[in-house]
């Protein structure tokens, strides 16, 4: 199953080690965000990166 690990990197409410995830899921990728927020809301730059990454897949 194709799986994208995504994760805001200044993000403070989750303690949780993304990169570990993503290394533990055989054939995801790692993507990390610029942003403190852990939700994709329109018109931010991240939201952006994240269409890039999986348009047409």
Do not use: D, K, W, Y
Not at 5 to 20: D, F, K, Y
Not at 39 to 55: D, K, N, P, Q, S
């Amino acid at each position: 199953m194709p799986t994208l690990v995504l994760h805001a990197r200044t993000t403070r409410s989750h303690p949780s080690n993304p990169v570990a995830m993503a290394a533990g899921i055989p054939g995801a990728r790692f993507i990390e965000l610029e942003s403190q927020n852990q939700i994709l809301l329109e018109g931010e730059f991240h939201v952006r990166a994240f269409i890039a990454e999986t348009a047409g897949r």
